[in-house]
């Protein structure tokens, strides 16, 4: 039985699939950690007691550096068309070629895609 070698199973560079998947992990987990300091400093807002335009500054603070991350995540370039991926944060499947980050995991853990 003939072994396949990796480029015959996997569309396009697996090493820009990589660093594709690099850049989009670091962009969710920054999206997910601002969302999650969201409440903690919901929690702080409420010990600090600051007042009211003190809070709504920080609010409005913390709001526009989670649309900042939030927009960085949209941002994030398909690694097999090269164009973004999706317009939504969660799009799981490109809008132009159809990719799934699933398929994108694969490659860069080195499975064979199931089709
Ligand atoms: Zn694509």
Redesign the pocket.
Known sequence: MERRRKTDQVPGDVESYRRAWRSYVARRNLVVVLFLSFLFLGLMIGKLKLGERADFVILLAWIGVYLAGAWWLTEWR?P??G?I?GNRLWTQR?I??D?SKEEVAAVVHGRTLTR
């Open positions: 398909c097999r068309c164009k991926f490109c132009s070629c990719l």
